[in-house]
């Protein structure tokens, strides 16, 4: 087999990868965009490549020797946007877990690195492959040297080899710096001759060669003005050449013979991906990496075909095996009890046909310690079994000690805690196709298991719970929320079937509409699904103008479109129809496939263990997700209905409630006082950072105060905010030091909040739930600026999470008392959505506001707005 290099331009890759994919963050916050594109065009080069040998180069600083020749060089250049910073320490993470060489030098660029290990291999008869997205590297290109550039994707390259580049230039390789000291380079901020662009620079290297030769015989140049420029530029275009030479010839310290690679410890990046939630790479990887239990104890136990009341005990633990991620329709695979009276397995239908373990489990006076109640006590419903007394969930136990690690597997659990007698979920029964149920003997084995390992944790945990003065938010408000997300989940939302399919059909009708519009438009029908035949529409016969082509053609991407939005009245039409389209199949459709066969409801799935600031989500569907953008998006929740006839939908929901905690942690005065004035917080912000009256306060001013007060909150930069408002980065942060300017005690808290966390190791919400940060001490800049930025949001969001999580015990609580027949079925956000008969409206109308307005007691006033109406849709 023939050595192979691969050299890889890491810089260029990061930068290509982080603007070609949206901002991704995992379950730290940890911007992963950049890193996760980088790996998907890594992963790729390893299989496409074969590499024998390989290096990722990065720039060493912002300083190198073409500095002493040109102070300016890449001067203008904007600052790195602090989400792509931060992930450059986890980027050099990455390739050392792939077991690639990475090196720096300091004076000189990555690419004089790539250009001088590049040469030196292909005197050594190797094959080298650059990859890169910055067309400087082209120059490298030799028989023996192919240059990969990036296009605007991540997927899509050209590959330059001397063939290529004469027939896209119609030059030599050598001549690729002549022609970019002519024409210069605005990202390098390598200047060339003004006036003199990639057209004119090609015609003058075909007639005279170099730019040396060209300046020689300046005389012979057409046209008088080019001349000039010519003459009056003769040093800067020598110059402007130099600066664009790849050094091949620098002081490096390594060789090609160093940067051997033999493939990578598929453990060591199974642990990277699983950091950084790489989910989709960890399932191409196809292994789950080495299980790291020690030698496992025998644990007796009895197999209980007869259950007794003699089996159980005061304080039980109980383990249900559902193994199916939707618990909603999922068999139970068995079930295990520890307690101080033995071990025992309880097969499935041996617990489903007692009288004895159905009475145990509804029994109030008999504790559970269990292992996901909210999964427990759902499956047994659905088999007509009520699971009461739950003192204990060790999922929501873990979570509050340390919402970073998310875990479902009580094995992974258990190894933060150093107990190792348990084999992974993954372990017993395999991953993905390969997922079986062995047999019983096997899941009652790790079933006991799995439930002896929570009896001797429990105590460690209820220890750090009180350390941490944390009891009290997993006794008061994570316990008893699971059980109202248990009841929530397991009512259910009715929907409307019919209205779904007849929005569908409605969809169906319009899609039709705008695709015949469109083929007028277009003077032809076509596949407008087809990126292909839709470009040659809008490129060649309509003449748009191009913005981006891809391998197979030109690019009909959503950006692309968006562009040209106001060229040709076709471009509306399209965007409308792939709106409509994705609406239909992804929410219509979606929803459709999930209503359960026996109740024609749906019944979502509230994750009460997964974000770090403490938020619910849900899944299957998720629907806090649904479009409300466009009409037909709000439409879809006309299907959401109540479950019986004269009944009402009715939605409450919290006012700005993140500005209101602001306020009152920052204790900012002015902030303060414009909430309890009832004030337009965004014209007041406005009024302050503008300093203009009310009346002056135009519709885009509190556009832009809106996104700046909401952009604090959450954390936002400088490059943020320029990208939500389409303003530059340097306005974006004039803007932001105006905000703090104007409210003082935002700006200390921000101050006070990194100092605190510094001191700490963490942040916390009103209610003691806590955010750690280790790397809020790190030397390194980036990861320090992200953790400075999580320390002043973390407090903010979380708080606001806790309050709305009060506020449903509480009503589940008043619901209660006063004997009330109205559901709650949803939490959407910072809202809550009821059912009820019609004649409980005037008592929700009051008991709703004030019950949510009262679940926390701050320095301004929450405030709840409510609608009602026979569809959620008629709600809002």
Known sequence: MANKLVLIDGNS???????????????????TNAIYGFTMILMRILEEEQPTHMLVAFDAGKTTFRHKTYGEYKGGRQKTPPELSEQFSFLRELLDAFNIKRYELENYEADDIIGTLARQAAKEDFEVKVISGDKDLTQLATEKITVDITKKGITDVDSYTPAFIEEKYGLNVNQIIDMKGLMGDSSDNIPGVPGVGEKTAIKLLKEFGTIETLLESIDKVSGKKLKEKLEENKEQAIMSKDLATIMTEAPIEVTVSDLLYEGYDTKNVIAIFKELSFNS?????GESGEDVTEDLEEISFEVLEEIKEEHFANDNFLMVEVLDENYHKAEIQGIALVNEKGNYFIPTEAALKSDQFAAFASDLTKKKSVFDAKRAIVALKWQGIELNGIDFDFIIASYIVNPS????????????????????????????????????EIVAKHLVRKTFAMQEMKESFIHELKDNEQLKLFEELEMPLSLVLTEMEALGIQVDRNRLEDMGEDLSNKLVKIEEKIYELAGETFNINSPKQLGVILFEKLGLPTVKKTKTGYSTSADVLEKLAEKHEIIQQILHYRQLGKLKSTYIEGLLKVIHRDTNKIHTRFNQALTQTGRLSSIDPNLQNIPIRLEEGRKIREAFIPSKEDWIIFAADYSQIELRVLAHIANDEKLIEAFNENADIHTKTAMDVFHVSKEEVTSNMRRQAKAVNFGIVYGISDYGLSQSLGITRKDAKTFIDRYLESFPGVKAYMEESVMDAKDKGYVTTLLHRRRYLPEITSSNFNLRSFAERTAMNTPIQGSAADIIKKAMIDMAAKLEEENMQANLLLQ??????????????????????????????LKVPLKVDYSYGSTWYDAK
Request: glycine residues 4%.
């Open 405 to 440: 690690e998310t875990s479902t597997d009580l094995a992974e659990i258990a190894r933060k805690k150093g107990y190792f007698q348990i084999e992974t979920d993954e372990a017993v029964y395999g991953k993905g196709a390969k997922r079986s149920i062995p047999d019983q």
């Open 828 to 857: 959407v956000h910072d809202e809550l959505v009821f059912e009820a008969p019609k004649d409980e409206i005037e008592k929700l109308k009051k008991i709703v506001p004030e019950v949510m307005e009262q679940a926390v007691d």
């Open 13 to 31: 890759i990061a930068y290509r990868a982080f603007f070609a994919l949206p901002l991704l963050s995992n379950e730290k916050g940890i911007h």
């Open 281 to 285: 790479l960890l399932d191409k990887l």
